[in-house]
């Protein structure tokens, strides 16, 4: 992506698109048609993009529909809309592969108001609670790759310390963020983001004594 940096902590970007493409292809039985969301003025989501496709790919009884481009300053006016238009005139459309959780949340709400929720399933990444809470009620989004953002924080400072002192940084940079894709069967209690189960906080703060 030619960006200038000194760490980063990120999760593994396009094996979370492999695990969201690799559930659709599951739950549709091998046969979805996918509509994805492309907001390439994001390197993230084009890196998850990237790994989605890919699986898609391997998929041979689905079908991915041309990347419907989106950008930031749209997310809150038009993408909503854009998108119903399009699966409106593509009623063979029954999975959205979304760019990102905020963005996800005007595409949720505006197939929920055409009555198109029960034909179209919404799968996204980052694991907002109102995104979860979707998946929990049955509105439209039916699954989401969850990041755990407690452990970016911790991955940062770790980084940061260590380019003080002069060390080298984690390889990989992102430090193993961990993820998980949710849906339905295994979705946090309400009200509470996603966290890996292991006590990774301990170990951090071993490492910094």
Not at 33 to 47: C, G, M, Q, S, T
Not at 59 to 77: D, K, R, Y
Not at 116 to 134: H, P, W
Request: charged share 15%; proline share 7%; hydrophobic share 40%.
């Amino acid at each position: 992506n030619n960006l200038d940096y000194i760490l980063d902590v990120s999760p593994n970007l396009p094996e979370i698109g492999h695990r969201m493409a690799d559930w659709i292809a599951a739950d549709s039985g091998g046969k979805a048609n996918v509509l994805v969301i492309a907001a390439d003025e994001f390197p993230a989501v084009r890196a998850v993009n990237q790994g989605a496709l890919a699986s898609l790919k391997q998929c041979s009884g689905c079908v991915i529909q041309p990347l419907m481009p989106t950008t930031g300053s749209q997310v809150a006016t038009t993408l909503g809309q854009q998108v119903v238009g399009y699966l409106q005139s593509h009623p063979e459309v029954n999975y959205v592969l979304g760019p990102f959780d905020p963005a996800d949340v005007f595409i949720v709400n505006a197939i929920a108001q055409a009555g198109l929720g029960d034909r179209v399933k919404v799968v996204a990444q980052l694991g907002d609670e109102q995104n979860l809470d979707f998946i929990r009620k049955g509105r439209v989004q039916a699954a989401d790759c969850a990041i755990d953002n407690t452990y970016i924080g911790y991955g940062v400072v770790d980084q940061a310390i260590r380019v003080l002192n002069k060390q080298p940084v984690i390889e990989p940079n992102g430090e193993n963020v961990p993820f998980r894709l949710l849906d339905a069967t295994n979705l946090p209690p309400p009200g509470s983001d996603w966290h890996a189960s292991y006590d990774y906080k301990s170990a951090f703060l071993k490492l910094w004594q």
